[in-house]
């Protein structure tokens, strides 16, 4: 009886199919992105002659180019398209040799020639051929309707929000516009900070450019705000509704990462 058990128990484990370990996920499209942007970014600024060199981002943009989108859920295609934004900014920079400001390029003697930087066929993506300006206007705001993507649009300017170290994904997408927001609020005080004294808070005037995204009014626009200013004093500057708006200055000299000083 033993040994009829032990017999039937090596048959059973002879026969019983192997436990599978489950596959690893599949590599998003935009690892590559997040691999440069890693390497290539510091403190929201661009070393625009890495990105000239690499091999690797030529085949970003190819891929960007030949993505099939319309399957992927709304996070994945908003995470794509600001990924195409940004990436193929790098590339207007770095196609023109532009190294002082964005509005620079296709100007002559302070006069447009031809297309402005956003006008300009530059994007392929999804087997489209694009402007940075439709891909923002036409596509980003227009589908998604999403006021935290002017916190992750880089236009490669010093007062653009800051280059975000790695690329957008859909999976995270609602993480990454929060913490992009927060950083960009909170951070970047040449922008945007509470100045509680005079009652006044100074918004980049980003706020005031997209304010139909916001919600049009100064009213909407603080409140759009206030969840990111969390002390004690800052939010009864809110509850009170005392706060008044100045737009700040916008610098479009290019966000340009100075090279490392000599250790």
């Not at 039937?8 to 998003?28: E, F, N, R």
């Not at 002559?108 to 940075?132: C, D, H």
């Not at 759009?224 to 610098?251: C, H, M, Q, W």
């Amino acid at each position: 009886m033993i040994l009829q058990s032990l017999l039937l128990a090596v048959s059973v484990s002879l026969t019983a199919p192997a436990v599978q370990a489950p596959a690893a996920p599949a590599p998003s499209m935009h690892a590559p992105f997040t691999a440069m942007l890693k390497q290539h970014v510091r403190h929201g600024l661009v070393d625009y002659d890495a990105f000239a060199k690499s091999p690797e981002f030529p085949g970003y943009l190819q891929t960007l180019a030949a993505a099939r989108i319309g399957s992927m859920s709304m996070a994945d295609r908003l995470a794509f398209w600001i990924n195409v934004y940004n990436a193929y900014t790098i590339e207007l920079i770095n196609k023109h040799k532009e190294r002082e400001s964005i509005r620079n390029i296709n100007m002559f003697l302070g006069v447009v020639k031809g297309k402005g930087p956003w006008k300009e066929e530059i994007v392929r993506a999804a087997g489209r051929t694009l402007t940075l300006d439709e891909v923002e206007h036409k596509i980003i705001r227009v589908e998604f309707k999403e006021p935290r993507i002017h916190m992750a649009l880089v236009c490669a300017a010093m007062s653009c929000p800051p280059l975000r170290p790695e690329a957008f994904e859909g999976a995270g997408l609602d993480r990454q516009l929060q913490d992009q927001t927060r950083v960009f609020l909170r951070e970047r005080q040449t922008e945007n900070r509470l100045d509680l004294g005079n009652s006044v808070i100074y918004l980049s005037p980003i706020f005031d450019w997209y304010r139909e995204d916001f919600g049009k009014t100064d009213a909407n626009i603080l409140k759009f705000v206030a969840p990111y200013f969390d002390g004690a004093g800052e939010k009864n500057a809110f509850a009170d509704s005392r706060l008044r708006i100045e737009f700040t200055d916008y610098d479009w000299s290019l966000n340009l990462q100075k090279p490392r000083e000599t250790q």
